[in-house]
């Protein structure tokens, strides 16, 4: 059956090259089974016929369905405006259906005289009811429908694919393959997993996503096919668990030695916080165990996860390992390189640094000292996974601001060794351990719940333009105190010209009232060439500038205690996360730090939402919770799928928590008695487990 669901969809009636072309292009839809897969976004109840008198203003239906025999036709308007009215009416009442596109075809078929059954959204004027585009359908053919009635689903589709296949279009393509595919839907559970958890048989579920009856019918296939999905994202997590607690295959860093004790004793710039001393001792234990370690690392911007990254590493050369560390972007690994080579100075440890823009020289080095062992560290970007990157003996490996990287990028990674290295994540985005453990695989999490000593919160407030003065009076006060300021500039895929266009604009605008020679501004963005970049920020960091106008390139990870005001310009065009990641530029150093909202008058409630709420807390625990609530959970699961290496199509694991944990025992118990799915019995629970391995996913708990 497999190789049937695995067939184009092209050929099923209704689709054909061009739209199978779109689909593709359009909504990811290549095979019979991705087709049957792609589920309603809602639903519309048309069980329910109203009499043309019941539906007023009053009733608040989104969609209504009724009957009505057409009582005449006419024509108005020209040209582009033309547009064309079927006036309909039953017993209690009378209705005007109107349509400005496909005209002719609607004029051709249209009888007067004859019973329609009319579907869509009402709109009244002066009390009369109207029916812009309606679906229409002849009484007699909608009685003789293949799919009768009960809740129809709507499909999301896209402004291009809506010309060629719109909601109703999908629908009919859905309807024709479900004639084709319903007696070869094979079932992938036993039937005691189905009796134990109450769930429907596959078929009927796939049958009721599509076309229920009931809005029960419909609960019961949701149920079903989140089920499934989660299930087979469960058997695999659990398995590699099993895999990896069985092998005992991790290093073993039995000694703390020369390296970690010289740094520790007699290099530590301050003493650690006491959550840091407790990850660190984690860390330890998990790499004396046997097992390999597999460790996220939550803890807020400015937390200081870097030096408990370097005191593992260091860790790992003590034991005659190498370490490397992955950061997203090659500013911050540029910083990473720096600094960790600072605090290493002097003692018997060699950092390398690789990053997509790295000289022919330093390359050259980079990858000499990787292969023959004589780099400890080696600081890059994701260049560090590129395949020509080979190590002699590479025991432990940091990823920085994990939610930065695409799964794959993380995945080729641990490819690198027979054995599997230790990992630790670094992220400063909290994300429920549950959550983690679906979108990462089998982890053990982490915390740094505590700020270094000293740092007084950051005070924000949100201007709106208007008060533009009175920023640029305040930025000369601090710099006047001696402070640096980062000005920071929106940049959104989409509009990337624009935003440069803003940044450019910006500079100008700040270097005229910021003028030489008492201020010295200097600017960072995607565009610059990197050595530009680089100047740059070192600039800023020696205290050489006294603003920084940049992208938010600058987001993530950038350290400059001295900087304490950060202006954020259309701050109502950022996410909180990201507002929360930038204002952590700021709060570094000892002094009273600031972060500027400015922003246009006119908002949006969630954009002033996000505001109020940046103006309120500090907390990036609390932030990432109201951002969960602000976004509303389509557009986390959205992000989340990006983020998750299973292609979850109805699952949604920060709502669905419930059916995750159900699916994570049944999975539990399912591979303790048979932990390669070998019974006869068990052929669908394989399958399902290797649909839901991510392909691409070696991740990192995957080593193994
Ligand atoms: P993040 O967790 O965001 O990566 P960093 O590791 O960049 O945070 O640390 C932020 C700043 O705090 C750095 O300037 C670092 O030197 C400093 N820092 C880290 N730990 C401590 C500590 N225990 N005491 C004082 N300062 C610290
Ligand atoms: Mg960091």
Redesign the pocket.
Known sequence: MGDFMDNTIQYVSGVGETRAKLLRSELGITTIRDMLWYFPFRYIDRTKVYNIGEIGESLGAAYVQFRGRVTGTSFAGAGRKRRFTVYVSDKTGSAELVWFQGVKWIEKSIEVGREYLVFGKPSFFRGELSIIHPEIESVEKALNRKMPGGLQGIYSTTEKLSGAVGTKGIYNIICNLWTLVQDKIDETLPPEVMHRYGLIPLKEALRNIHFPQTPEKLRQAQYRLKFDELLGVQLNIQSQRTQRMSRQNGFVFTKVGDKFNSFYNNRL?????GA?KRVVREIRNDTVSGYQMNRLLQ?D???????VALLSMLLAADNGFQACMMAPTEILARQHFATISRMVEGLDIKVSILTGSSKARERRHALESAADGSADILIGTHALIEERVVFSNLGFVVIDEQHRFGVEQRARMWTKNEQPPHILVMT?TPIPRTLAMTLYGDLDVSVIDEL??GRQPIRTVHYYDSARLRLYGFMREQIALGRQVYVVYPLIKESESMDYKDLTDGFEAITRDFPLPQYRVTACHGKMKPEDKEDAMREFKEGLAHIMVATSVIEV?V?V?NATVMVIESAERFGLAQLHQLR?RVG?GGGQSYCILMSGEKLSKEARQRLDAMCETTDGFRLAELDLKLRGAGDIHGTMQSGSAFDLKIANPTLDVQILQTTQQAAMELLEADPNLSHPSHAGLQKLKERYSGKERSDFSMIS
């Open positions: 710039p301050f003493p650690l916080t840091q803890g911007v400015g937390s200081g996860k870097t030096i400063a270094p000593p990870g350290d205690p952590g570094r």
